[in-house]
């Protein structure tokens, strides 16, 4: 059974920056895909970047250029680094996992999840 367990976040201000961690276990696949989401309250969660285990990354327009996705050696941590943050950044952050490699980020496709986390930014 695969776990994801989220860190980081929380509050911070316009043109700021803050990371969330993602940390993966229970994986047996020697491919698998994980996203970052957001969803914030009434809208449907939306797919921010992917990164696969080859390292290939993508990122919707929306963060393009301030946010980053990364990974450490090992795999077993996942990162989101958002820069430049703006007030409409403000949701809960959740990561995904999907076996296989990475192609849409539409957030049905992917089958476990983190806890989620807060970011908030104030103007």
């Known amino acids: 059974q695969v776990q994801l367990v989220q860190s980081g976040g929380g509050s911070g201000q316009a043109g700021g920056s803050l990371r969330i961690a993602c940390k993966i276990s229970?994986?047996?696949?020697?491919?698998?895909?994980m996203g970052w989401f957001r969803q914030a309250p009434g809208n449907e969660r939306e797919g921010l970047a992917t990164?696969?285990?080859?390292?290939?990354?993508n990122y919707a327009d929306s963060v393009k250029g301030r946010f980053t996705v990364s990974q450490d050696n090992a795999k077993n941590n996942v990162y989101l680094d958002m820069n430049s943050l703006k007030p409409e950044d403000t949701a809960a952050y959740y990561c995904?996992?999907?076996?296989?490699?990475?192609?849409?980020?539409?957030?049905?496709?992917?089958?476990?999840w983190g806890q989620g986390t807060q970011v908030s930014v104030s103007s």
């Open positions: 995904g996992y999907r076996d296989g490699s990475c192609g849409s980020m539409w957030y049905r496709l992917f089958k476990y």
């Open positions: 229970g994986y047996t696949a020697n491919r698998y895909c």
């Open positions: 990164i696969d285990t080859d390292g290939s990354t």
